[in-house]
C-alpha cells in the first residue's frame, strides 16, 4: 500500500543524507516535499499540516541544525512523528476481554468494508493467539447471502456461526445469539451487523439497539483503507452517531495510497486495531504503529516477520530440522515443509517487504506466489522415494513428473539442480565450514 509515499520519501531522504549541514532552506525544501508526498497519499490535511509544522520545529531546533549526520536526524525525527500520528506505542492486547466471559465485541461498518471476513479473521484470530472459543451472530440481513458467507468463512476459523436464516429482525437474533452463547460457554461473541452504502439514521439506530441489548465490551469500526480520505470521513460519523472503541483496517494489501491508514487515528482519535493484510483470514495481524512506520521508512519489519515465522513454523520440527540439517539429510520432503510454512506466513512479496533494505530493492517488482506452487506441484508429482532420494531423478522419471506437475522437463532440471546447490550449502554451513559462495555463483551460471 504504502509503496509510493515509501518511496518519495526515501528520495527526500537521499537528498540530505549527505549533507554534512542542513541549513533552515533545506529543512523547508524537505519538509514542503514530504508535504506533497503525504497530500498525495491522501492524508488528511490538517493531519499532513500539524505533522509537517512538528517535524519542520524539531528539525530547526537544537536536535538538527549544526548537527553532523543531520539526514539521520531527520530520519529519526519523521519516524518518531509518524508513530505518534498513528496511535504511539500502541502495545496493547488489541481486544479488550469482560471481567466474566462472554466477551462480546461489536462490528460496524459500511457495506462493501469487508466487514464479515474481518469478523471470521478476529475469531480465528482470538482462537489462535489467545485460546478462545469463539461464536459468530449473523446479524447482517440487509446484504443477500451474507448469513451464507458469514457460516462459510466461520467455520474455516474453527469458530461457531449462530445464525437464524432472514426471518427474524436483527436485534432478535442478536439477544438470541448472546443467549445461545452464554448457554455453550463460549468466550467470545463476535456480532456481525448489516452495513449501507452510507451512513444513514435507519443504520445508526439498528447499531445503537444492538449495542444496547449486547452491552459490548468493544465496538469495533471496520473501514476500507482503499477509500482513503472517505474512510475517516465515515470514521467521524459512527464516532459521533455510536462511539466506538477502535479501528479495523481492510484491503492494506491494495493499491490504496495508505490516507487512511495515517489520518484515522488523528483525526478520530480512536485506535487502529488490527490491519487485514491479504485475503485469507490468517492474513490479520495487530496494527503496531511503530513497525507500520518504519515499512514506510524502508527499514523493514522484523517483529512481525518473527511472530508470523512463530505462529506457522513449529518448534519441534524446526529443531529436527536443524540437526537433520547438521547431518545433511535435508530432503525434498524436508523443503517441502519449509516451503508450506512460509506460504502461511502471508504473500512472499509482503514477507521480504518485511526485511530491511529489501523494500527498496524489491520496489517496482512483482513477485509471483504462482511461482512457489509449480514448485510445490512438481516436488508433489513426484514419489515418496524421489523426494527423499533426488539422485534418482533422471531421464524418464524427469519427463513423468513434468507430466505430471503440468511443466516441463527444463522446470523439473532447474529445482533438481537449485535443491542440489541449496543442499551443498547447507551441509557446508551445517559443518561449521563458510561456503564458497562465489563457486555455487558460477555453477548457477
Not at 541544525?65 to 504511539?88: D, H, S, T, Y
Amino acid at each position: 500500500m504504502f509503496d509510493s509515499l515509501a518511496e518519495k520519501l526515501q528520495a527526500v531522504f537521499s537528498g540530505i543524507r549527505g549533507r554534512g549541514v542542513l541549513s533552515e532552506e533545506d529543512v523547508t525544501r524537505s519538509m514542503r516535499e514530504i508535504r506533497l508526498a503525504l497530500l498525495e497519499a491522501d492524508v488528511n490535511f490538517k493531519v499532513v499540516k500539524e505533522f509537517t509544522d512538528t517535524v519542520r520545529e524539531r528539525c530547526l531546533g537544537a536536535e538538527v541544525i549544526g548537527r553532523l549526520n543531520p539526514g539521520q536526524q531527520v530520519v529519526k525525527i519523521v519516524n518518531e512523528e509518524l508513530v505518534a500520528m498513528m496511535g504511539g506505542e500502541n502495545d496493547g492486547p488489541g481486544v479488550s476481554f469482560a471481567p466474566s466471559p462472554p466477551t462480546v465485541i461489536l462490528m460496524a461498518g459500511l457495506q462493501g468494508s469487508g466487514k464479515t471476513t474481518a469478523a471470521a479473521k478476529l475469531a480465528r484470530l482470538l482462537r489462535t493467539e489467545y485460546r478462545s472459543s469463539v461464536a459468530l451472530a449473523a446479524c447482517d440481513l440487509q446484504r443477500p447471502a451474507a448469513v451464507e458467507q458469514l457460516v462459510r468463512v466461520g467455520e474455516q476459523a474453527g469458530a461457531t456461526v449462530y445464525q437464524q436464516g432472514t426471518d427474524r429482525s436483527p436485534l432478535e437474533v442478536a439477544r438470541w445469539a448472546l443467549e445461545r452463547t452464554r448457554t455453550d460457554g463460549k468466550d467470545v461473541l463476535i456480532v456481525d451487523t448489516a452495513g449501507r452504502l452510507h451512513v444513514d439514521a435507519e443504520l445508526m439506530d439498528e447499531l445503537v439497539a444492538i449495542r444496547d441489548a449486547t452491552k459490548p465490551e468493544q465496538v469495533m469500526l471496520v473501514v476500507d483503507a482503499m477509500t482513503g480520505q472517505d474512510a475517516v470521513n465515515v470514521a467521524e460519523q459512527f464516532a459521533a452517531a455510536v462511539d466506538f472503541d477502535g479501528v479495523i483496517l481492510t484491503k492494506l494489501d491494495g493499491d490504496a495510497r495508505g490516507g487512511a491508514a495515517l489520518s484515522v487515528r488523528a483525526v478520530t482519535g480512536k485506535p487502529v486495531l488490527f490491519a487485514s493484510t491479504g485475503e485469507k483470514l490468517e492474513a490479520f495481524e495487530r496494527f503496531h504503529p511503530d513497525r507500520m512506520a518504519q515499512r514506510i521508512l524502508g527499514m523493514g519489519d522484523v517483529l512481525t516477520l518473527i511472530e508470523k515465522a512463530e505462529r506457522e513454523i513449529d518448534r519441534d520440527e524446526a529443531k529436527e530440522l536443524e540437526e537433520r540439517l547438521k547431518k545433511g539429510d535435508f530432503d525434498l520432503e524436508d523443503f517441502l515443509g519449509q516451503l508450506r510454512a512460509m506460504r502461511r506466513m502471508g504473500p512472499l512479496q509482503g514477507l521480504l517487504g518485511m526485511i530491511p533494505g529489501f523494500g527498496a530493492q524489491m520496489r517496482g517488482v512483482k513477485v509471483d506466489d504462482s511461482e512457489l506452487d509449480r514448485v510445490e506441484a512438481i516436488i508433489l508429482s513426484m514419489t515418496p522415494e524421489e523426494r527423499r532420494r533426488p539422485d534418482l531423478i533422471k531421464g524418464s522419471r524427469r519427463l513423468r513428473i513434468a507430466r505430471g506437475s503440468g511443466t516441463n522437463v527444463q522446470a523439473v532440471n532447474q529445482l533438481v539442480k537449485q535443491f542440489a546447490q541449496m543442499r551443498k550449502l547447507m551441509r557446508q554451513v551445517g559443518r561449521g565450514k563458510m561456503p564458497d559462495i562465489g563457486a555455487l555463483m558460477r555453477q548457477q551460471r
